[in-house]
């Protein structure tokens, strides 16, 4: 039997699982190291080490909701504007501000980084036609 690729979105697929592995793993991290990520924490966020428990929680939330297959489009666009949140509000300015070479460049790679995921997220909110929430006929 021949699998028709176009059909299924075979490789669709299998890209949003990755990322939900790589969410949930990213977001395992952050709950059992919270420590090593309050570093990064910029000064001017209130809240300190709770931002790396609700990082975690959400990413491990949105990996488990790429999974199952439910709240995609929802979770997507959280996922997307959460990541381009922390693009503004922590990495630009750990960026601006990072007194050593080596954090200056481990911050212009959290930028891209999560730009391009962000970038990826809103992708999948756009290709996730059956999840119920359209703003217009062609989202």
């Not at 039997?1 to 059909?7: G, L, P, S």
């Not at 999974?67 to 922390?86: D, G, W």
Request: net charge neutral.
């Amino acid at each position: 039997m021949r699998i028709d690729f176009t059909k299924y979105h075979v490789f669709s697929r299998i890209s949003i699982y990755i990322l939900a592995l790589v969410l949930i793993c990213i977001g395992v991290y952050h709950l059992i190291k919270p420590d090593d990520l309050l570093v990064y924490v910029p000064y001017f966020l209130p809240g300190g080490i709770k931002w790396a428990y609700l990082v975690g929680t959400c990413f491990v939330l949105v990996g488990i909701s790429f999974i199952a297959n439910y709240y995609v489009k929802v979770t997507s666009y959280l996922l997307a504007f959460f990541l381009f949140f922390f693009v503004l509000t922590v990495h630009v300015p750990n960026y601006l501000n990072a007194a050593m070479a080596d954090m200056r460049t481990f911050a212009l790679i959290n930028i891209l980084n999560n730009t391009a995921i962000g970038a990826f997220a809103l992708h999948i909110a756009a290709g996730a036609h059956h999840q119920q929430l359209h703003f217009d006929e062609s989202d």
